[in-house]
């Protein structure tokens, strides 16, 4: 919405559910952000997809963002660029997740609102801290605390990952003039994590109580079409004989196969599925990393995703929700499953392990069961080394002379 940003105007803006912004509708660029929280920053957009912030309007009035951003836009006009940008001693932590960072974070991060929930409740005692008053004894304090009381050294690597990477773009944007955290060194984590990857007789129990489930549910649709049909009432849909009584089976099938994400696979759809090229997408923006990758599908997958579309009725999502729109989870299904199977620790995402640690026990090289994983440094895919068949042993060999 595009209105001249005055006092009233100003005052008048609610906050809503969602972030919005209004467009003064007489100087171009000049804008207002209204949170949820409440907090209302003025920005100016230079240039499409660039932007400065201000400042916040219990700062600045009206007139005077107007003013500044006037001068920006002149500075723009003169040198191709605003100059009078420097860094500002004065933005808090709180300051610059409410209004630069968050706008950053929902625009470009798939995970950006959870990223800000992370930085918020495990930093409660930065946020009222100057960003050039937060320093690397400040995380290594709050660290050593959770450390003490049981926290793993990986949740915390990836608490202050996330607080990392807003502080980078804040250097970037120019409100601090070196990186607070720059000197921050991970917590050591123990290299060898345990991998958790189903036995061969997991595995069978596994897929033996998904077709029992699967049989129980359409010998059930059918009596209830019996019942159903001596009543007049209005069919309920097969079952095939060799189909799937709900997304269960296809969606543990498709992660045993392909090691994708569970938010991976229930954001996947038909569209992405080439069975003639027997390869499946997974898409950019519901990719973790952001980066589009292909992931060929061997031939039981093929298999199960055919006969799983016949029963799509038209729905464009591979593993859709009841009501037909994107599912949320499976836990209450999966966690049946498990304890019928006698299975115990397995969570839905170490089907991703399992896929891994299989691959790389039959001889497949890291660096392919990286690019498979959809990894973004070769670190993450080290945990699986230990499984390749007598790794150590033969490296250790090739010092033995001939």
Known sequence: ???????????????????????????????????????????????????????????????QARTQAAKLLREKDETGAPQSRGPRSGVTLEDFLASDYEAYALAHMRTGESALAVIRFNFKGLLSRKLSDIGVHDIERWRTQRLASGTKPSTLNRATGRLRAALSKALEWGLVREHPLGMLKPAREDDERIVRY???????????????????????????NEWRISRGYELYAEIPDDGYGDV?????????????????????????????RAQLVVRGPTAKDRDTRRIPMNSELLDVLRRWKLQANGNPLVFPGRSGDRRDNVRKSWGAVLKRAGITAFRFHDTRHHFASRLVMNGVDLFTVSKLLGHSNARMTERYAHLAPGHLREAVEKLVAA
Not at 17 to 27: Q, S
Not at 199 to 219: C, F, G, I, K, T
Not at 248 to 261: E, F, S, V, W
């Open 198 to 224: 189903l036995s061969p007789e997991e595995e069978q129990r596994l897929r033996m109580v998904l077709r029992d489930r699967d049989a129980l549910m359409r010998s059930e649709r059918d009596k209830a």
């Open 248 to 276: 269960l089976t296809p969606l543990a099938l498709t992660a045993l196969n392909t090691g994708m994400r569970k938010g991976e696979m229930l954001d996947l759809r038909w569209a992405d599925i080439d069975f003639e």
């Open 1 to 63: 919405m595009k209105i001249r940003l005055s006092k009233g105007a100003v005052e008048s803006a609610r906050p809503r559910a969602k972030p919005y912004e209004i467009r003064d509708g007489t100087l171009p660029g000049f804008l207002l952000r209204v949170q949820p929280a409440g907090s209302k920053t003025y920005y100016l957009e230079w240039s499409r997809g660039r932007r400065i912030r201000i400042g916040l309007s219990s700062v600045y009035s009206a007139e």
